[in-house]
């Protein structure tokens, strides 16, 4: 997590994508006012905000004056890194900040939001984001139950105790439009989930009950973050202190954003996207798709080091030391065949418009007006596997989900990420 606030990390993020500006930078003076506006002296809970996008986010909210805010996550090495650089910036925060190692979607989760304050803005970044999570069912089962399973508990305790009065933010991907992988669908999914809850209907779209719905919903889907979490090129630093060869798609091109930007894009989701919309950042595919090979070069110029580039994992992992020796680096390079891999990044799936919001740097998707009738079927699979234990097959919930996602193009090719160095 810490590694997107290091002034290298940012340094490195400007040179892949090309902007030694934040994209949302205009958008962000434009609209400070409003933006103080709307978060001083309020209350504020970020879900999953341990991780890359939520911390990063967390720190854009903490220069807006909050009164308070409040992480659960259950990764609690990464609570408390986050509470150190809390602590250590210059700008101090005057306000209440708080953590807790829990998973959103569980009873203890439930309770805690039961016992506090009411929060006013609520955000949640909580999920399985990994391609390689569909390798079996039982990955693919955990990935449904974090996304959306563990989403639905969450929002319906939200709404049972009252919290998110001016807002709630639920994070998307690209990867949900038109998805191809199962973990996009899933995230499409969660999109039908959350204006399930923004509409007048049960509290829970699986187990059902009374509560008023969200007053206000909105969620974002963008592009890449370099050096999040789990990522590519966070792959690459863990990788350089190993003394282990780089390994990259050479086929593949994607629109990558520095961790600090998509932080902005996600506090800009948050207060200024209008209600019922997916934001997605104002990107050209001419001017700001990125290959990997320039970020493992931008990586390696960091370290002092130049990249040599190899076709096989042997001869790569066997020149390690004696590059090193010569100032270089060994490097990888490989053809993208791994099950459900986008041939090309989207953000408007089909039958969807993009549409203008007075933002310079983002444009929004307006949410449809209806949910699908299958989602509450869905999450009834997730939960009879993962609670009850029923035996369910990758096939079923490949079905189920479609049933949701009716766009679901899944390639299965019979190669995971897994099987790669």
């Given at each position: 997590?810490?590694?997107?606030?290091?002034?290298?990390?940012?340094?490195?993020?400007?040179?892949?994508?090309?902007?030694?500006?934040?994209?949302?930078?205009?958008?962000?003076?434009?609209?400070?006012?409003?933006?103080?506006?709307?978060?001083?002296?309020?209350?504020?809970?970020?879900?999953?905000?341990?991780?890359?996008?939520?911390?990063?986010?967390?720190?854009?909210?903490?220069?807006?004056?909050?009164?308070?805010?409040?992480?659960?996550?259950?990764?609690?090495?990464?609570?408390?890194?986050?509470?150190?650089?809390?602590?250590?910036?210059?700008?101090?925060?005057?306000?209440?900040?708080?953590?807790?190692?829990?998973?959103?979607?569980?009873?203890?989760?439930?309770?805690?939001?039961?016992?506090?304050?009411?929060?006013?803005w609520v955000l949640s970044f909580a999920a399985l984001k990994h391609v390689r999570s569909e390798r079996d069912a039982l990955s693919l089962l955990r990935m449904l139950e974090v996304n959306l399973l563990g989403a639905d508990n969450f929002m319906a305790a939200l709404r049972e105790h009252g919290h998110g009065a001016r807002g709630v933010f639920t994070v998307s991907t690209d990867k949900a439009a038109t998805p191809v992988s199962l973990m996009g669908a899933s995230k499409r999914a969660l999109e039908w989930l959350v204006w399930a809850h923004r509409a007048p209907g049960p509290a829970s779209v699986l187990h059902g009950g009374a509560a008023p719905p969200f007053q206000r919903a909105t969620t974002a889907r963008f592009a890449n973050v370099a050096f999040s979490d789990g990522s590519l090129p966070w792959g690459f630093l863990q990788r350089l202190a190993k003394d282990q060869?780089?390994?990259?798609?050479?086929?593949?091109?994607?629109?990558?954003?520095?961790?600090?930007?998509?932080?902005?894009?996600?506090?800009?989701?948050?207060?200024?996207?209008?209600?019922?919309?997916?934001?997605?950042?104002?990107?050209?595919?001419?001017?700001?798709?990125?290959?990997?090979?320039?970020?493992?070069?931008?990586?390696?110029?960091?370290?002092?080091?130049?990249?040599?580039?190899?076709?096989?994992?042997?001869?790569?992992?066997?020149?390690?030391?004696?590059?090193?020796?010569?100032?270089?680096?060994?490097?990888?390079?490989?053809?993208?065949?791994?099950?459900?891999?986008?041939?090309?990044?989207?953000?408007?799936?089909?039958?969807?418009?993009?549409?203008?919001?007075?933002?310079?740097?983002?444009?929004?998707?307006?949410?449809?007006?209806?949910?699908?009738?299958?989602?509450?079927?869905?999450?009834?699979?997730?939960?009879?596997?993962?609670?009850?234990?029923?035996?369910?097959?990758?096939?079923?919930?490949?079905?189920?989900?479609?049933?949701?996602?009716?766009?679901?193009?899944?390639?299965?090719?019979?190669?995971?990420?897994?099987?790669?160095?």
């Open positions: 997590m810490s590694l997107c606030l290091t002034p290298a990390i940012e340094r490195i993020s400007s040179a892949v994508t090309g902007r030694e500006r934040s994209l949302f930078a205009d958008d962000l003076a434009n609209r400070r006012a409003e933006l103080v506006e709307a978060v001083r002296g309020s209350r504020v809970l970020i879900a999953g905000g341990a991780g890359s996008i939520g911390s990063a986010t967390l720190l854009e909210f903490l220069d807006l004056e909050p009164a308070a805010v409040c992480v659960i996550d259950p990764n609690e090495n990464n609570l408390a890194e986050l509470l150190r650089t809390v602590r250590s910036r210059e700008a101090v925060f005057c306000g209440e900040f708080s953590v807790a190692p829990l998973d959103y979607g569980s009873p203890l989760a439930r309770r805690f939001l039961a016992e506090s304050a009411a929060f006013d060869p780089l390994a990259l798609p050479g086929d593949v091109r994607r629109y990558l954003v520095s961790p600090r930007e998509a932080g902005q894009l996600c506090l800009v989701a948050t207060l200024l996207a209008p209600d019922r919309t997916v934001l997605i950042p104002r990107l050209d595919p001419s001017r700001d798709l990125t290959g990997f090979r320039r970020v493992a070069e931008a990586t390696l110029h960091e370290y002092g080091l130049r990249p040599v580039f190899y076709e096989t994992e042997a001869e790569a992992r066997a020149r390690v030391l004696e590059d090193r020796r010569a100032g270089n680096y060994p490097v990888l390079v490989t053809r993208s065949d791994t099950s459900g891999e986008k041939e090309e990044e989207i953000f408007v799936a089909k039958g969807e418009r993009a549409e203008e919001c007075g933002l310079a740097a983002a444009l929004v998707v307006p949410a449809p007006s209806t949910v699908p009738d299958g989602l509450g079927a869905l999450l009834e699979v997730i939960e009879d596997a993962c609670v009850r234990g029923r035996p369910v097959g990758k096939t079923e919930l490949v079905a189920a989900l479609a049933k949701v996602v009716p766009d679901l193009a899944h390639r299965e090719t019979g190669s995971s990420l897994d099987q790669k160095m």
